[in-house]
């Protein structure tokens, strides 16, 4: 296990240093300047001066990826004189666009994506793999027919169709449900649940299919396994057959497809927040990409990798949880 | 001009324009919004009561996106300009719109809208009694001028910077002095604090648009050992009727009374609503969606003019809210530039004058979002004054056009903004000028590098379409920075027409130096008609509008015509 | 070795018929079988892959999907009628009255949960009183039982820990934890090595002697008939072809069928290589079943009894002065014996 963790660890520190030195590189080397971008249209050269200076842009590239890595571990100071800031750890730079470090900004945005996507994912997966189940034990039937029909459904429509759909009819329409917003569950619970249903159930509607399939296919091999045979054999009820049984042996990749769906999704469910007007980290990092606002767009690309690269740990871990004779090393 | 951010909105957030069914507009522009800013003799408070207002209630403003800066010194976009100003801070001067249609310029912290001598030279204020912060301490003129000083500072480069540039006598405001930050001044160059209670401005050159100037958010009180420099964006200290209470950047801020302002003293603001609660997470679509539905608490929203309703859902709006929209003229004009530079003959470009057919146009561009325009001014602007110098009637007169072209085919390139809507005019124009003999090459340039490219001297179109908006209403902050030659430099300019002619720059620096705001206003007005009719250096096509909704338990709600914005100040809940 | 006290049959199989209907037609994996197994007697049942022996035990357990197979005949468990009962309750008598041993121990235990889970689960099925500790007690007593060292340890490993005899020693102790009645083990030693099968083999006798059950093994090897059973049933396409003692079937076999299985077991005293003969040709289709006898085709005597082979299918009749011995055959009597002497009997098989 240690050696598991300090192995793949590496290597996910590894992964990381490349994608920041890849990010860093890539929009520092963008044609625009930044300074000037981040000042305006009515700017005087002084302006920009100042700002490139603030952000140590006058510096050479390597020194200015140096004192963001070093920002990252121990924190830093961004600029000079009176209006210096004391950028604590960890710090991910200064969006001179809102006046805050872009920690806070991160910060902010990564709840409502958490939010969005762990509740999102735990429906779309408990559906979808409850609907790959049953289709499964019911294979060839109206059902099964049904149930695959309503999952690909979901995965032939865009986001951007059914999340307004469901917003225009239980919003606007029947007025059953407020405009989608999120409040933090530490504050009201059960505001937090009302103001992610609609983004929750879109997710689970859209992101289903695959699961269901996976499932229905995982089962009906496994369902022929031996060891079902011998569950059956030993006089388990069927359920405890299906369930303990045939989708315990067959939940790997499952487990690997949900995972990086997950990774994928925390990184900012981009579309999802804007359909819903969720300021999430997709929401923050496809506003900052529209303003070329560089510190949160390098922040956010960096923390899309951090959890891609943090769920594929996760699964390799759980491999070797869900199957004993998988070895961690 | 009040912010190019703005102008992206108000293009982007219309969205794609189609014939929604009103096209009643022919030539004929908006007569009674015409209306000349006049100085206020009164400026006492409190406010004249608005009828059938009461307390209580939450107010919600649905905006697009944050804020970018709500730091007064930095605040140069309408929905934060708007908040800032109506609810959270006082300024020298601040507009009064009782909701009659009258609009005066009143002294806000100061008695007055200022005592002007030396021929317009030196401004003096004076500030009201009990005037206080929301802690309870005093506002002062040190305070002021505190404000204005930081306006300076390099580090806070986003606000207008008119006051500064008045004062330092120059365009470059930084060369002797950089705000109150790493040791310098508190008090700018040209500016006199000789007690708490006087701010004096000596300004190299005669303003006459002072009253005016005072009004900008520039012109706001910021306590030194509040300023968090460039943080003071998260929390800047209340002087007005509201304070925020919670400000989540990017999803809510939360405004509750400011139990210190003292109504007696403000001439303009109301404290009604007990709460305002801005909420940045809205899309135009989604905004208008919720007030048309009327649920919740969409009955006690209004949203502001960067959410003008998107074409997809104004049928709808007219069909179910009808008599919940609010709609009028902003202070922007929209217009086709010449680059003059290398569209030289006159003849065409007059001809062109006559072959655009506005009403086509603003079908396209969405007929609720606009007025046919032919003014270099907009009816919103003092000297505003009525005419169309090359009449081609609603939908022009290609044959006019055709012999001032002398039946010739010229060849063109027209640049827009690769918008949904800027496409659409785009192939608009290359068809409907095609008649004229106009063979019209359409180029799209990036939608955020449009006003960098188009603002390059050596750019090679020939056309473009330009918007611009008053940042008070006067002429001053429109004619100027659009058609001044010698302000051209090599990148950022505002005169996209590249227009040099000797005579303008001339009149230009006269009406300016006018210290009679009535003279100069008329001035202004001749000079627009002037330029038109013997230049003709571009095609004014529309006047634009804000058309938003608001939910049915909202009372008191006007069309700010500074701000071309949904006002707030005599806002209740039913 | 035949149990001579008339106990009555514990499990008992009447003119059992096993269908599935599949895309192509229905499929007769069982056509009509009937034995019966008494407790403390062991029956084998011999026969190819696609014979039906899997087929017909795995219809005495309930196993097969009441939706695709069609089952008609009668199944008597301990006087219990299987055919037409309720999932429920035949799902009560699976692992406690009747239990069954499989093939690959590999593939039939759980990779994902320890040999001791396992055991404990199919413990408490059946005692849902027992709690965690009294089953896994169980268990590790079962393992003991079954010769596995170090059962407390061994208990917590999982199946890929285990040898490939260890793992079927767990699978018996698994299937033997609830003291069944009946136990049906299905090739439970074609999977291991040689030294291993024997070990299991005398394990499964020790068992029984223990726990005085009926026991079914299926096998397609006589070697293993001849070390354990006390009953051979031979099944060919389906249907019983041969029946009887194992004295009876492998020294006095009358099918030629059986001829031809005895003739495919290597000779333990001669040349391996040399004295096996497997049987030309290639089991029967069971969608497209040969007319008359089913093994015609492959049958190097069929016809010498006119054309009854082709036509006829053969019943299964008592043979002449061998109580308790049976052939489906056309081909007479002594027509049968005289083949046998002529050509299979000096081949020597050493069984």
């Known amino acids: 296990m240690a050696r598991f963790i300090l192995r793949r660890g590496s290597l996910a520190l590894l992964t990381l240093f490349g994608v920041s030195v890849l990010t860093f590189f890539m929009f520092f080397a963008v044609p625009t300047s930044p300074a000037e971008l981040q000042c305006g249209r009515d700017c005087r050269p002084a302006q920009v001066q100042n700002i490139e200076r603030q952000l140590g842009l006058d510096q050479p590239l390597w020194t200015q990826y140096g004192q963001y890595m070093k920002g990252i571990v121990v924190g830093r100071t961004i600029g000079q004189g009176d209006t210096a800031i004391k950028c604590e750890a960890p710090c991910l730079g200064w969006s001179f666009r809102s006046s805050e470090a872009v920690s806070s900004i991160v910060g902010r945005a990564l709840p409502v994506t958490i939010s969005i996507v762990l509740g999102g994912a735990a429906m779309w997966a408990l559906l979808g793999v409850s609907l790959g189940f049953i289709s499964a034990l019911r294979r060839g039937t109206w059902i099964d027919r049904s149930a695959i029909g309503f999952s690909l459904a979901g995965a032939s429509l865009q986001i951007y169709f059914v999340g307004l759909l469901l917003q225009v009819l239980f919003v606007y329409t029947l007025k059953w449900l407020p405009t989608p917003t999120y409040t933090s569950p530490f504050e009201s619970f059960g505001d937090w649940i009302v103001g992610m249903i609609l983004p929750w159930t879109t997710l689970a509607f859209l992101n289903s299919a695959i699961y269901a399939r996976l499932t229905r296919a995982q089962m009906l091999e496994t369902l022929s396994e031996d060891f079902v045979r011998t569950a059956r054999a030993k006089g388990l009820p069927s359920r405890q057959v299906y369930l303990r049984h045939a989708l315990r042996a067959g939940i790997t990749p499952i487990v690997t497809i949900f995972g990086l769906d997950l990774g994928v999704s925390l990184g900012g469910a981009v579309i999802t927040e804007n359909v819903f007007g969720m300021p999430g980290v997709g929401f923050t990092a496809a506003e900052a990409a529209r303003q070329l606002n560089l510190p949160v767009v390098m922040a956010t690309v960096l923390l899309a990798a951090f959890f891609i690269v943090l769920t594929n740990v996760i699964v390799d871990w759980l491999y070797a949880y869900i199957d004993p004779r998988v070895r961690l090393g | ?574 | 070795m035949t149990d001579t006290t008339e106990e009555e049959d514990f499990l008992r199989v009447d003119d059992l018929k096993v269908s599935f209907a599949t895309m192509d037609g229905t499929v007769r994996a069982v056509d009509g079988v009937s034995y019966g197994v008494r407790r403390g007697q062991t029956l084998g049942i011999v026969g190819e892959s696609g014979s039906g022996k899997s087929v017909s035990s795995m219809a005495i357990m309930g196993l097969h999907d009441a939706k695709r197979a069609e089952i008609t005949g009668s199944i008597t468990v301990g006087g219990r009628q299987i055919v037409g009962c309720p999932e429920e309750e035949v799902r009560k008598l699976r692992g406690q009255t009747m239990a069954m041993i499989f093939q690959d121990p590999l593939s039939a235990l759980h990779p994902y949960y320890t040999v001791g889970r396992q055991i404990v689960e199919a413990y408490r099925i059946h005692h849902p009183n027992a709690s965690k500790k009294e089953a896994r007690t169980r268990a590790i007593e079962m393992l003991d039982r079954v010769g596995i060292p170090r059962p407390d340890k061994r208990v917590d490993s999982y199946p890929h820990e285990f040898s490939g005899g260890m793992r079927q020693r767990a699978m018996i102790a698994m299937s033997l934890v609830n003291d069944p009645d009946l136990l049906i083990a299905d090739e439970p030693t074609t999977a291991l090595d040689v030294t291993v099968q024997a070990q299991i083999l005398d394990l499964l006798e020790d068992l029984q002697r223990e726990f005085h059950s009926a026991v079914i093994i299926i096998t397609h090897d006589l070697g293993v008939i001849s070390q354990i059973a006390d009953d051979v049933l031979v099944m060919y396409a389906g249907r019983a072809v041969e029946k009887g003692t194992v004295e009876q079937v492998l020294r006095r076999p009358q099918h030629p069928y059986t001829w031809g299985l005895l003739n495919s077991v290597p000779s333990l005293h001669g040349d391996a290589e040399a004295d096996l003969v497997p049987i030309k040709g290639s089991p029967p289709s069971l969608l497209n079943r040969p007319s008359g006898c089913a093994f015609h085709p492959r049958c190097p005597y069929a016809g010498q009894n006119g054309d009854r082979s082709f036509t006829d299918v053969p019943e299964l009749l008592p043979v002449l002065d061998d109580v308790g011995h049976s052939v489906a055959c056309h081909l007479p009597a002594d027509r049968r014996r005289e083949i046998y002497q002529r050509d299979i009997a000096e081949a020597g098989v050493a069984l």
């Open chain 2, 1 to 574: 001009m009040l912010s190019v951010g703005i102008l992206a909105v108000a293009l982007a957030a219309a969205g794609c324009s189609k014939n929604t069914g009103e096209d009643t507009n022919s030539g004929e522009t908006t007569k009674a919004e015409t209306q000349t800013a006049t100085l206020a003799e009164n400026s006492d408070g409190p406010a004249p009561e608005v009828s059938g207002a009461k307390k209580g209630g939450t107010v919600t403003l649905y905006t697009s996106g944050d804020f970018e800066h709500l730091d007064p010194q930095q605040n140069y976009v309408v929905p934060s300009q708007t908040t800032g100003s109506n609810l959270l801070y006082r300024t020298l001067t601040q507009y009064r719109e009782n909701g009659d249609g009258k609009l005066e310029v009143v002294g806000d912290l100061a008695t007055n809208t200022g005592e002007e001598s030396n021929g317009g030279k030196t401004w003096k204020y004076t500030l009201k009694d009990g005037l206080k912060y929301e802690d309870g301490s005093a506002i002062t003129a040190q305070d002021v001028a505190y404000g204005i000083a930081r306006s300076f500072s390099p580090d806070l480069p986003n606000g207008p910077h008119y006051i500064q540039q008045w004062l330092a006598g120059s365009a470059d405001y930084n060369a002797k002095y950089k705000g109150p930050y790493n040791g310098g001044a508190k008090v700018p160059p040209n500016v006199q604090v000789p007690d708490a209670k006087t701010i004096i401005f000596n300004f190299p050159e005669a303003h006459a648009d002072t009253p005016f100037a005072m009004a900008l958010p520039t012109a706001s009180p910021v306590p030194p050992a509040r300023d968090t420099k460039i943080q003071y964006d998260n929390r800047p200290f209340s002087s007005g009727p509201y304070k925020i209470q919670t400000y989540n950047r990017t999803q809510k801020m939360v405004l509750v009374r400011n139990e210190n302002w003292d109504p007696k003293t403000d001439p303009i603001r109301h404290d009604y609503p007990d709460q305002y609660v801005v909420d940045f997470t809205r899309t135009a679509e989604q905004a208008s969606e919720l007030l048309i539905s009327d649920a919740g608490a969409a009955q006690t929203a209004l949203t502001f003019q960067d959410m003008t309703i998107p074409a997809s859902v104004y049928p709808k709006a007219v069909a179910q809210a009808k008599d919940r929209i609010l709609t009028g003229p902003t202070q922007y004009v929209w217009q086709i530039n010449f680059n003059t530079q290398r569209v030289t003959d006159l003849k065409l470009r007059q001809a062109l004058n006559y072959a655009i057919d506005r009403q086509g146009l603003l079908k396209v561009w969405g007929s609720y979002a606009g007025e046919p325009g032919s003014t270099l001014l907009s009816p919103t602007t003092s000297g505003y004054e009525k005419y169309n110098a090359y009449d081609g009637g609603p939908t022009g007169n290609i044959e006019k056009a055709k012999e001032l072209l002398g039946n010739k085919t010229v060849k063109l390139t027209y640049a827009y903004r690769n918008t949904e809507r800027n496409q659409a005019i785009a192939a608009f124009l290359r068809s409907s000028l095609k008649p004229a003999g106009v063979d019209l090459t359409i180029q799209p340039v990036d939608e955020d590098q449009y006003y960098t490219v188009i603002g390059k001297k050596n750019n090679q179109f020939d056309m473009y379409m330009y918007g611009w908006g008053s940042d008070w209403p006067g002429a001053g902050t429109v004619i100027p920075p659009l058609w001044d030659g010698k302000r051209i430099t090599p990148e950022g300019n505002n005169n996209t027409a590249y227009l040099n002619d000797p005579k303008t720059n001339e009149e230009i620096v006269r009406i300016l130096g006018l210290s009679d705001l009535t003279e100069a206003d008329k001035a202004w007005g001749a000079l627009d008609k002037d330029i038109m009719t013997r230049l003709a250096p571009t095609i004014p096509v529309i006047y634009d509008k804000q058309t938003t909704l608001y939910g049915s338990k909202i009372g008191g709600i006007y069309l700010s015509k500074p701000y071309g914005n949904s006002g707030l100040n005599n806002l209740y809940v039913k």
